[in-house]
């Protein structure tokens, strides 16, 4: 691949965060139910504060005990830290020599913020820099309310610090698609040899309410092309399902539920379950907790023999090289342009 013809680049990767501790889970929360993109109010948007600080005391007691069952945080900040540096090593290594990189952690509810990587790129002289969320699919309520918060905080600015690029979503892109494939293969390994050929792949993405489908949210169309894509390029003809988990309040959401269907899977018959978190690239509670411990309970107690869920992405190395070629494809695009005029 060519030389990108700029002189610096920043990168940010886009996450939700996790607290650093259990301490820091109610603040966390509250931050999270801060957010007009993730959470609606509606005819109570006014009292918005005081509900956060509310929901965010009633419900820290309970998901301290989740938190302290994995470890007495979320791993998410470690976990983005080394996708960071071992997307800046690929960059550097693509980019050639001449090129400064730098490559920062920004999380919308708890440290590092994503201002903290705004400042930091600001404060060493970075003048490019790129969106990198670790959501492959875009929705509002994620890749939509980390952007939002990076404009406003661009704007404050006066928009003349930086030049900015960004992706909004990359399901289907090759190196993604492979790393999920060898992440499942991985997970097989861990079925008795005699069952493998009987194993149920149940995929299993963070739902969302059915009414941001309605308004046009691709997300869940986008996990959809993600799963089939994966299942394409395999071999083994292992049967699928996709569920959604992680609802909460009384509104309508994507649909099956996770549980629910791993509940419907036993009573079919299925024995053997591997669950992969299609939506998810970094282990976190979600992963770790929802899925790990309380969905392999419900799963043991429905009559699942053997049940293992595939690991997180993290820092496998075609998950990096998959966000490399997103950003040196659009650097080399808008080097394109500037050459032809």
Not at 88 to 98: D, V
Not at 136 to 159: E, I
Not at 180 to 201: A, H, M, W, Y
Not at 221 to 233: G, K, L, P, Y
Request: proline share 5%; aromatic share 8%; net charge positive.
């Amino acid at each position: 691949m060519r030389t990108v013809a700029i002189d610096n680049l920043g990168v940010i990767l886009l996450n939700m965060g996790g607290p650093t501790s259990l301490e820091s889970v109610r603040p966390f929360l509250e931050n999270l139910f801060l957010d007009r993109e993730i959470i609606s109010f509606g005819p109570v948007e006014f009292a918005r504060r005081p509900l956060a600080k509310f929901i965010a005391k009633k419900r820290s007691e309970i998901v301290k005990v989740n938190y302290a069952m994995i470890g007495g945080k979320s791993p998410i900040a470690e976990l983005s830290r080394e996708q960071a540096d071992a997307l800046a090593e690929r960059l550097r290594a693509q980019c050639g020599g001449g090129m400064r990189v730098r490559v920062e952690v920004g999380f919308s509810y708890w440290h590092p913020f994503i201002h903290e990587a705004m400042e930091a790129l600001e404060k060493d002289g970075f003048t490019n820099v790129f969106l990198m969320p670790l959501y492959p699919h875009y929705s509002k309520t994620t890749t939509g309310s980390c952007f939002k918060t990076w404009r406003d905080l661009h704007r404050a600015r006066g928009n003349r610090v930086f030049r900015v690029q960004s992706v909004k979503a990359y399901p289907v892109e090759d190196a993604l698609i492979d790393a999920i494939n060898q992440r499942i293969d991985e997970g097989l390994q861990r079925f008795p040899e005699d069952r493998r050929s009987k194993v149920t792949l149940q995929f299993s993405a963070h739902g969302t309410p059915v009414s941001l489908v309605k308004q046009g949210d691709p997300y869940s169309h986008q996990i959809r092309a993600t799963m089939e894509e994966v299942m394409r390029r395999r071999s083994d003809s292992l049967p699928y399902h996709l569920s959604f988990q992680s609802k909460v309040g009384p509104a309508k959401w994507l649909e099956p539920d996770t549980v629910n269907k791993t509940k419907e899977l036993a009573l079919q018959g299925v024995r053997d379950l591997l669950v992969i978190p299609i939506a998810f690239v970094t282990e976190h509670i979600e992963t770790l907790h929802e899925l790990g411990i309380e969905l392999r309970k419900e799963a043991e107690e429905a009559g699942i023999e053997h049940f293992h869920v595939m690991p997180a992405l993290n820092a496998h190395p075609l998950y990096i090289k998959a966000l490399a070629q997103q950003i040196i494809r659009r650097y080399e695009r808008r080097r394109r342009l500037a050459v032809s005029r």
